[in-house]
Each structure stands twice: as C-alpha cells, then as structure tokens.
C-alpha cells in the first residue's frame, strides 16, 4: 500500500498571490496506491482545510490531459473543493504548462482550464457541475441563526436564506450589515451536528458591498476547521444562487471578498454565462515556501 509523508506534498496558497493570503491546501499531484486511511493521514498532518489527490487518468475526448481527484479535510472526504482545485490546476501548469484540465470528483467532472496571465503567474478556471437552489426550513433557518449566535434582524431581508449546491452543499445566509460578518463567533460542535445531518459542506456567511461585489466567511466545523480562508465551491453555489434569484443578471462576473477577517485576504471571480447553468469561479494560486507560513488561521481545531 502506497503511503507518502505529508511533509512531501506540496503545500499552494489559493485565490491569492501571496502565499501568506488566501486559502492553504495540500496537494498530492501523483497518489496512485494512496489508501482512503492514508490521504486522511496526509490531510490531517497538514491541517489545511483541504488537500487534493491526484490520480492520473484517461482523458474519454483524448483533447485534455485528466485526474481523478479525491478531496480530504482533516477530518473527512469532502466531494469537492474549489481552491483545491484551483491550487493543483496552477501546480500542474507550472510542471507541464498552460491548457485545459479535467478533474473526475466525486461530484462530477470538472473541467479547468489554466492560463498565463501578463506578470507571468498562472490563472486557473474551474467550470461547476450543474448547480442547484432548494428553500430553507424555517426551523432550520432559527436553528442555524441561534448556533451562529445571531438573530433574525441580522439578515439581509433581500438575500433570503437558500440550500446551494455546485459540487457540495452549502447554507447560504446573507449579513445586514459588514459589521455583523465580521463579528464570527459560533458553536463549534453544534454546528457541525446540524451542518452532519444536512449534508453541508460550509455554511456561506456573505454581506453585499455594491451590486456585483460580496464579502464571504465559510464556517467548515464539519472538517475540523473554525472557518475557510476562501472556499471557491461555495463561490460557485453562490453564484448560482444569485442569477436563480435574479439578483444579477443572467450573465455576470462578480467579485468575492474573502479572508479579510482572517488576515488571509484572497479574491475569487464568478462568471456568470447566458445558457449554461454551470458556475465558473476563477483565481490565482502560488506555492507556499518552507517554513510554512501558512501556520495559524483555517488551520485544524
């Protein structure tokens, strides 16, 4: 059975160009012969809200070079995660340059298409499955305000609270005001009991700056993680949330604040296309150097 020491894997910053910004993750560009126990080890060891494994593939269209991707928290598989994919599409255009990618999760194919940007850096597309928004309970609203420790005049009466789904499931409920995101302090083990029984991923916390910009915090206690630095799944859930609701047009490209309050500040890009119902959320991504700066905020509880 193939083992690798975490200390091995690559270690990307997400969604920023500083390594000491947006969201950490661990990367396994080759795990093939990797057991489920052994890339929880690796995941756990690092302690980042996600670490990718990659499993070379064939590629059906023969016209993009393919990965099974596996994705684990340190506490569990998740079955998809956005600045993951976004780091091992950057990492991967680094060793073999730039092109089109496509990602088999377990959530579906994905695929990624990276680019070069003028300064010379690398810039990954990830392209969602197709998305989908169910209505909340309002008892699962009231449960989830109280385990946040917020009220009902919290919310942003314009943004109503949605199930969103583009790879993984998210709760999304929507801040009156930017003070009240800041201001993140939530029952840790409560929450990821009701997030368990719900199938959640994240809970996407979002205040809206001006019609097409958001400020976004991701509570993952589920993973074993007080909150995710930038959460590129639940950008694309959102977006799909927004053209559902009409609250942007059919084709957009929206800004999405993330890690400021984290000291881990990172930027995501949603596009919006008329005609396709998948979300594109797009970033850059750059290698974190050893010693691990990354240490400390979005670490493992």
Not at 8 to 27: C, E, I, M, Q, V
Not at 121 to 126: D, F, G, H, V
Request: charged share 20%; aromatic share 6%; net charge negative.
């Amino acid at each position: 059975m193939t083992t690798i020491d975490a200390g091995k894997a690559l270690r990307y910053a997400a969604f920023s160009s500083d390594p000491t910004g947006g969201n950490p993750a661990g990367l396994v560009l080759d795990a093939t012969g990797m057991s489920d126990a052994a890339m929880l080890a690796v995941a756990a060891e690092l302690g980042y809200s996600e670490t990718a494994f990659l499993t070379p593939g064939d590629d059906p269209a023969g016209s993009r070079r393919a990965f099974a991707v596996r994705y684990f928290s340190p506490q569990a598989e998740v079955p998809f995660c956005g600045h993951a994919t976004i780091a091992a599409a950057v990492a991967l255009g680094e060793r073999t340059g730039p092109g089109e990618l496509i990602f088999a999760t377990r959530a579906g194919i994905v695929p990624v298409d990276v680019v070069a940007t003028p300064d010379g850096s690398l810039r990954a597309t990830l392209t969602s499955v197709e998305p989908n928004l169910t209505e909340v309970p309002p008892a699962d609203v009231a449960e989830a305000l109280a385990l946040l420790r917020w009220n009902a005049a919290d919310l942003d009466p314009t943004l109503p609270p949605r199930y969103a789904y583009a790879g993984a499931h998210h709760l999304v409920l929507a801040a009156a005001t930017r003070a009240r995101l800041a201001d993140l302090d939530y029952d840790f083990d409560g929450l990821a009991d009701f997030m368990r029984t719900r199938d959640l991923t994240t809970v996407q916390l979002v205040w809206r700056e001006s019609p097409d910009t958001f400020h976004v915090r991701d509570p993952f206690p589920v993973g074993g993680v007080v909150e995710d630095p930038a959460t590129g799944a639940a950008a694309a859930a959102f977006g799909h949330y927004l053209r559902t609701l009409g609250q942007v047009p059919p084709r957009a490209t929206l800004t999405l604040r993330q890690g400021d309050d984290l000291g881990r500040p990172g930027t995501l890009t949603v596009e919006l296309r008329d005609g396709d119902p998948r979300v594109r959320v797009s970033g850059v991504a750059v290698a974190i150097p050893e010693p691990d700066p990354a240490a400390g905020p979005g670490s493992a509880r």
